[in-house]
């Protein structure tokens, strides 16, 4: 075996070990999210005499909302199909995409939250409140972390280029991005589309 087909088998190597221990960190916060439904699907009928779901839910926006997160996991797959490629501007332009799509969800989510506690509501309303702020803010916590590793990800790229680690960089931020997507389509159907009806 050459140097270069070494050093090549080592990164493969420990290139695998990272994805494979990203994996098991994405099932421990499966299993987070997971509880965090299974609380909420015991305690949105307690509303204390408040509002509940059915009052706060503004299905077009949501759905509008929904499918602005969908389509940057889409962006996202784009931005790898270029990686394969070797096409580091083109990789640049969808992360780019894909950043302000996830920057778009983040502010609607914010203004949802703001217009929801304006009109005197919070989590400590009930334990309605507190389920449906737990679970779709951490939600939506884990979409800023995804936003800020993004960025560092993209400055990165344009001071090293394309190489083995920022490949394996870029398979550990899409495997989180596309977790981020399954949870948001669970938490679309489960808290608002079952909600609204």
Known sequence: MTTDTLAHHH????????????????????????????????????TYGGLG????????????????????????????????????????????????????????????????????????????FSSFFTLVGLHGVHVVIGLLWMAIVMIQLTMQKITPTMQTRLACLGLFWDFLNIIWVFIFSIVYLMGAI
């Open 11 to 46: 990164h493969h190597d420990s290139s695998s070990k990272v994805i494979f221990g990203f994996w098991i960190f994405i099932l421990t916060d499966f299993i987070v999210f997971a509880t965090l439904f299974a609380a909420y699907a015991v305690l949105h009928n307690n």
């Open 53 to 128: 779901i059915k009052d706060i839910v503004d299905l077009p926006y949501v759905l509008g909302q929904s499918l602005i997160f969908l389509t940057s996991s889409l962006s996202y797959g784009l931005a790898v199909v270029a990686l394969k490629k070797g096409e580091l501007k083109r990789v640049m332009q969808w992360l780019v995409v894909t950043f302000i799509l996830g920057l778009t969800f983040v502010g609607l989510e914010y203004t949802e939250f703001a217009k929801i506690v304006q009109n005197g509501h919070s989590w400590q309303s009930s334990a309605f």
